[in-house]
């Protein structure tokens, strides 16, 4: 491995560990075991180590946020869509752990997560209109709109809600939470399915 992927995979560990604000570009080097010189001349300090960070994360985020279209899904897809996406930002949870501080320190990542917010808004209104189309969802396009906005904030929050609340950032509880907001608009058997696989998540 390279030593910029190395630098952003300790530093990665660390962020996510201790919180962001909290690991400054020194003690990145000491856990590395390299000179502070040796990480400048790959990253020019813990700004451009972060933007790294949400670089690689968009490029793993964005493939997911582009599902094929005209292909009929299963139900049991959609539900790994959602998890496939609760895997990845648990792999990057430090950038939820502040947003609002962070995404106000820097510009340019406060426009990647917005762009990538509104990708995934676009995403899910579009599955969810899909499962309409296939009749398991029963709800207005109105209150799927606002279904969408739910599912957003849990997304983004719920993994920081499980830190605040001294729980580790457990994935399948993330992909349980969005499901049971889902299931209500479903109809009755596929709302049945859903609750139950949102169980084995739980469990899990």
């Known amino acids: 491995m390279k030593t910029r992927d190395r630098i952003l995979e300790c530093a990665l560990q660390l962020f996510n560990q201790q919180g962001e604000p909290n690991v400054s570009t020194l003690e990145i080097a000491n856990e590395m075991g390299i000179s502070p010189g040796n990480l400048y001349y790959h990253f020019h300090g813990k700004e451009p180590l972060i933007l790294g960070l949400f670089e690689r994360f968009e490029d793993e985020l964005t493939p ?74 029963v709800s207005d396009t109105r209150t799927l709109g606002q279904l969408v906005e739910q599912i957003t904030m849990t997304l983004l929050f719920s993994l920081d809600y499980q830190r605040i609340v001294a729980r580790e950032g457990e994935v399948g509880v993330v992909v349980y939470q969005v499901m049971m907001l889902v299931a209500p608009h479903l109809q009755n058997e596929s709302r049945h399915a859903a609750e139950q696989l949102a169980l084995k998540y739980l469990e899990q």
């Open 64 to 137: 997911l946020l582009d599902p094929p279209a005209n292909v009929r899904l299963e139900a049991e897809d959609y539900w790994l869509f959602l998890h496939l996406i609760v895997e990845r930002m648990a792999q990057y949870r430090f950038l939820f752990q502040d947003l609002s501080n962070l995404s106000g320190r820097l510009p340019k990542l406060a426009r990647g997560i917005r762009n990538l917010l509104s990708a995934l808004k676009r995403t899910l209104a579009a599955l969810l209109s899909a499962l309409k189309a296939q009749g398991q969802v």
